[in-house]
C-alpha cells in the first residue's frame, strides 16, 4: 500500500523560506519519479516540480522556477521541497504524488 506523509509547511512572510518532506513507503521508491502538486483555495491542481528515479533530473513550471528546489533521498525515502523567496500566490497545501497517490498534504500560508 501506497503511503505518503508530506510535512513542513507553515505561515511564513513574503521572502521567507520552506522545507517540505514526504516520507514515502510502500512502493520501491528509487524506482519511480516523483512529484510535488498544490492546490490553492478554489483552484484546480498545478503541477510544482518533478524529479526524475534514475538520474535524479529536475523540472519545474516557470511559476516556481529559480526559487524552489526538489530532491530526494533514496536510501531514506523521502523526497524534498526547498522554497525560497516565497510569494503570497505560493499559498496552497502541498501534496507529494507517485503513481496518482497522494498524501494528506500540508498547508503553506505566505503573507505579511
Known amino acids: 500500500q501506497v503511503l505518503l506523509v508530506e510535512s513542513g509547511g507553515g505561515s511564513v512572510q513574503p521572502g521567507g523560506s520552506l522545507r517540505l518532506s514526504c516520507v514515502a513507503s510502500g512502493f520501491t521508491f528509487d524506482r519511480y519519479a516523483m512529484n510535488w502538486v498544490r492546490q490553492a483555495p478554489g483552484k484546480g491542481l498545478e503541477w510544482v516540480s518533478t524529479i526524475d528515479s534514475l538520474d535524479s533530473k529536475t523540472t519545474y513550471p516557470d511559476s516556481v522556477k529559480g526559487r524552489f528546489t526538489i530532491s530526494r533521498d533514496n536510501a531514506k525515502n523521502i523526497l524534498y521541497l526547498q522554497m525560497n523567496n516565497l510569494k503570497p500566490e505560493d499559498a496552497a497545501v502541498y501534496y507529494c504524488?507517485?503513481?496518482?497517490?497522494w498524501g494528506q498534504g500540508t498547508q503553506v500560508a505566505v503573507s505579511a
Open positions: 504524488d507517485v503513481l496518482q497517490y
